[in-house]
């Protein structure tokens, strides 16, 4: 749905008519669902009977985590088609998927603790998911570093694309050894209980919720796309002005 | 693979270890940290309340990480001087050989940092080793592979950053999770005298990293290199 929108061609600097339009609807559609999605969840949405207000945390867990994947997704799937095709509007897909990405895992590992405190009794526990949502958080803010630490663009484009693929396939070794410390090391601790059936007026919360955060996500990647396309068309602009005196 | 890829790999290898070999800083100087950081750790928990048996595992691959970190270092690092890598660049050789002769070269000085941090550990926390040795050389073995596959190609990228030497430990550790936690598991059901065949879901673990990260490293390896 986004791809219309990451039409244009950076190697080529921007005309003023060609620049993105200051107003971005789509973020403000964002935001307003996201403030319609709190004020459901605040005041329109029935207390838990177990776990009480802490239990409202889950609807913006659960779909940040989601929109955390999505963007990790993009992250993967671009730096493979950067190294395949050498598109640089790969490589700044893969940098704005990677910089929102790490946005939603940080929401992720904020409102896990605060809802973890009050129904586990502890604000972190070594569990699988837990365990691996760090390392998540962890090799893509090391991405991100990567990619402040090289000056080339191509050269920069090169490694955060084979970084990006590597991460890829480390997920897997890492999700194994979760798993396999975690049976051998049972945690006394109940996991998030998996609800047959959620009574419909929570489903619907969640579920706008969800649907409220996944187009934040995209906004948020659509909006720092521009900004990596209008940060590129500049400097190109300044070295050729540079030249030119 | 193209034939002549082995060969030319060992070439490079050859030409690492000649260079370490006649300088001999390097390595002396890991093995240095390694047994002194042996000899630190002792220090920092309560010999009393802990027996050494159950925190060896541990110290052994803690220590063995940031070795590792610290010789991976130099493997690019060397070739940064009087730009020595364009004149690798230029040779007659695949750049996969390069890659495979550099990893290669670590994997030897990683081993010969785990072939003598191993008994002076068994020496200086009294473990009774003996008849472990062997297959605790097996284990480090396959350890090194995946740290060096992996260690290598992070190497080459970091050494072309600004932040070289501190990007290397960030980028490269999260990757040897995997690593340190199959190894140090298999050291700790080794040492406690369990049966091996608690340790091989490990083993298992260890050898599918080492085959994904050396193929893959490999592959991603001439992406790193200029143009």
């Not at chain 1, 402040?148 to 997920?171: F, K, N």
């Not at chain 2, 893959?216 to 143009?227: G, K, Q, S």
Request: with cysteine; glycine share 6%; charged share 15%.
């Amino acid at each position: 749905m986004t791809s219309a929108s990451f039409g244009g061609e950076a190697s080529a600097p921007l005309s003023v008519s060609q620049r993105a339009p200051l107003f971005d609807w789509l973020f403000v559609v964002a935001v307003i669902g996201m403030a319609m999605a709190y004020v459901r969840a605040i005041f329109f949405t029935p207390i838990e009977a177990l776990q009480g207000a802490a239990q409202k945390i889950y609807y913006l867990h659960v779909p940040a985590a989601l929109s955390a994947y999505i963007s990790l997704g993009v992250v993967a799937l671009t730096s493979i088609v950067y190294l395949w095709l050498g598109d640089e509007r790969a490589d700044r897909l893969a940098e704005s998927a990677g910089e929102v990405g790490l946005l939603f895992l940080t929401a992720v590992l904020t409102t896990g603790p605060l809802w973890g405190k009050p129904i586990w009794g502890t604000w972190w526990t070594w569990d699988a998911r837990l365990t691996l949502t760090l390392f998540l958080w962890f090799l893509t803010a090391g991405y991100l570093v990567l990619r402040g630490a090289v000056e080339d663009r191509a050269m920069r484009a090169r490694y955060s694309a084979v970084l990006g693929i590597l991460a890829a396939l480390l997920i897997p070794f890492i999700h194994l050894s979760v798993y396999l410390f975690n049976t051998l090391h049972p945690m006394p601790i109940v996991l998030k209980p998996e609800k047959p059936s959620m009574p419909t007026e929570m489903l619907v919360t969640f579920l706008g919720f969800f649907a409220a955060c996944t187009v934040l996500c995209i906004a948020l990647i659509r909006a720092r796309y521009r900004y990596g396309v209008e940060r590129d068309a500049l400097r190109e602009l300044e070295s050729a002005g540079g030249e030119g005196y | 693979m193209r034939p002549g890829l082995l060969a030319s790999a060992l070439v490079v290898a050859r030409k690492d270890l000649a260079i370490e070999f006649r300088t001999r800083t390097a390595f002396l100087a890991v093995l240095m940290f390694a047994i002194l950081g042996v000899a630190i750790f002792y220090f920092a928990w309560d010999v009393t309340a802990v027996a050494a048996i159950d925190l060896a595992p541990g110290v052994l691959w803690v220590i063995f990480t940031f070795s590792g970190l610290l010789s991976l270092q130099r493997s690019f690092g060397v070739e940064l001087a009087d730009r020595a890598m364009d004149a690798l660049l230029l040779s007659p050789i695949d750049r996969e050989a390069i890659f495979l002769g550099k990893a290669l070269a670590n994997l030897i000085f990683v081993s010969g940092i785990q072939l003598l941090t191993i008994p002076s550990v068994g020496l200086l926390y009294n473990l009774p080793l003996g008849h472990a040795l062997p297959i605790l050389f097996a284990i480090a073995l396959l350890a090194a592979v995946g740290l060096v596959a992996v260690g290598t190609l992070f190497s080459a990228m970091a050494a072309n950053t600004r932040l070289a030497e501190l990007l290397l430990p960030m980028l490269s550790l999260p990757f040897f999770v995997p690593v340190v936690y199959g190894a140090a598991q298999a050291t700790s059901t080794l040492l406690a005298a369990r049966p091996m065949a608690e340790a091989w879901p490990f083993l298992k673990l260890l050898i599918a990293f080492d085959l994904v990260f050396l193929t893959a490293c490999t592959l991603a390896f001439p992406y790193t290199l200029e143009e």
